[in-house]
């Protein structure tokens, strides 16, 4: 009968360290932008979403973000959102752009300070994955990140073709950019 | 029993890594990915452009964008090599299409067959949407006026105004069921002022049905059938069916075609078709488009 009680005690003591181990230094994502912009010999073209969305765990160093492809707006046209969309990131085939991974660094989110991380992981647009290392600025405060990050990529890297008439117009090479707020969650 | 002790301290030990491991990225990633499908969005490019091949498509151009398009009708194929299978023919409508806001747009044009003049406005009434509450459909309100500015006939006697002028009200049901497939019904009423015959129906409905299939990223192939209510038809005339395709270009949509019909306004097209397909009544034809963009960017 001890023993039983034991063993309960044992798996109360188990989940519970556990919970409060994963629990403790979890965020998410509050507010994030993505921007992006392409400058080609004769266009230039912007585009961002608020709906950047992101989980990191920081006592396993993981981290998750994600953002809906047909979230962009502020294109030149609305036409061209909507090419943007059909013809070249196929928005109904690969409806989202993701990062996840592990960060490099060993980083105590819980004590304030200004820290560069790396983050490695996988990288997919366009439902291609390409493992990537992003270096990222971090600002703790109060237990609030705040993340930003630049970076660029290929659009060959991730299948996406260019037609050869808007060669001018699309750089081959995008520019990323990331701003993102995160808190306990 | 000291066995047993051991065992269930090693199951306590994978309980805890398994509670640890469980929530890894794909987990989290799960869990965003749900998130994001939760959220309404508006399906977008049901079909490449405003027209499917003579009449409406569902879609409007967006806000502050002008599209202007060229339609144009060859002669029928069977008439022969002396009119070079119908190319020596030509009819032709101008116009424009303007959006006001996303939702609502308007256009002017003017055919050469009959020398009418057309306005309209095209509103979006329903968007389909995924996501919480999801709409499986996308509607649109079409009312057209046109206007007839053939001399009449009949000088002598006394002619109004008012004889020159029909009515179309027009509903589009469309669904985009895949990226590449889309279809719409459209369902169409017409009145015209003044018809040739006491007998001639002044009111008139018609069912359209079309749709679209993407052959790539860039060229889909289009059918429009109009079939009008035997009871409600203008007699000795045929219902319009067309094939074409859609080749887009950036700013450009390029649309070729094979209809029975010659005229581009709704009321020439759905209750004034004369050709026949069975006796080779056929007109190659093509489309037009160019959008500009004069009003502010995106927001």
Redesign the interface.
């Known amino acids: 009968m001890l023993?039983k009680n034991t063993?309960l005690f044992?798996?109360l003591i188990?989940?519970f360290?556990?919970?409060t181990?994963?629990q403790q230094n979890d965020y998410k994502v509050k507010s994030g932008t993505i921007s992006f912009k392409s400058e080609a010999l004769l266009e230039l073209i912007k585009a961002q979403s608020k709906?950047l969305?992101?989980?990191v765990?920081a006592s396993?160093k993981?981290?998750?973000?994600?953002v809906?492809i047909?979230s962009f707006?502020?294109?030149?046209?609305?036409?061209q959102?909507?090419?943007f969309?059909?013809?070249y990131l196929?928005s109904?085939?690969y409806?989202?752009a993701?990062f996840?991974?592990?960060i490099i660094e060993d980083i105590d989110f819980s004590k304030d300070g200004v820290y560069s991380i790396r983050a490695k992981?996988n990288l997919t647009v366009h439902g291609v994955v390409q493992e990537r290392i992003i270096k990222s600025d971090v600002i703790v405060k109060h237990n609030t990140i705040s993340l930003k990050s630049n970076f660029t990529v290929l659009l060959a890297d991730h299948n996406i073709s260019i037609p050869k008439?808007?060669h001018e117009k699309l750089a081959s090479e995008i520019n990323v950019e990331i701003k993102a707020d995160l808190i306990v969650k | 029993m000291r066995f047993k002790k051991t065992l269930l301290i090693t199951i306590h030990f994978f309980l805890m890594i398994l509670k640890i491991s469980a929530q890894d990225t794909s987990d989290i990633m799960k869990e965003l990915e749900k998130e994001i499908q939760q959220k309404k969005e508006f399906v977008t490019a049901t079909f490449k452009t405003t027209r499917l091949i003579n009449g409406h498509t569902v879609e409007n151009v967006g806000k502050g964008v002008l599209d202007i398009k060229i339609s144009h009708r060859f002669g029928q194929i069977n008439e022969g090599s002396y009119e070079l299978f119908g190319l020596d023919e030509a009819t032709i409508r101008i116009g424009g299409d303007f959006g006001i806001t996303n939702n609502l747009m308007v256009g002017i044009g003017r055919s050469t067959f009959q020398k009418t003049y057309d306005a309209f406005f095209k509103l979006k009434l329903l968007r389909q949407s995924s996501g919480n509450n999801s709409v499986p459909i996308t509607l649109s309100y079409i009312p057209t006026i046109a206007l007839k500015t053939l001399k009449f006939e009949d000088p002598s006697r006394k002619n109004y105004f008012s004889s020159r002028i029909s009515y179309t009200h027009q509903l589009i049901i469309a669904r985009k069921f895949s990226k590449n497939t889309s279809l719409q019904l459209m369902p169409t009423y017409i009145h015209k002022n003044l018809v040739l015959l006491a007998a001639d129906p002044n009111n008139l409905f018609a069912l359209g049905i079309g749709g679209r299939q993407k052959l790539t990223k860039r060229v889909s192939i289009n059918v429009e059938y109009y079939y009008q209510l035997p009871k409600y038809k203008m007699p000795n005339t045929t219902n319009s069916l067309s094939i074409g395709f859609d080749i887009e270009t950036g700013g450009h949509v390029f649309q070729l075609h094979f209809t029975n019909s010659k005229g581009m306004t709704e009321k020439n097209l759905i209750t004034e078709t004369a050709g026949d397909w069975a006796k080779g009544d056929i007109l190659f034809g093509f489309n037009i488009s160019r959008v500009f963009t004069i009003g502010n960017r995106s927001k």
């Open positions: 023993k063993t044992l798996i188990t989940l360290v556990s919970n181990f994963a709906e969305k992101g989980i765990l396993k993981q981290f998750a973000f994600i809906s047909s707006k502020g294109f030149n046209s609305p036409l959102q909507e090419h969309n059909e013809n196929e109904n085939k409806s989202t993701s996840e991974g592990k992981g008439v808007v």
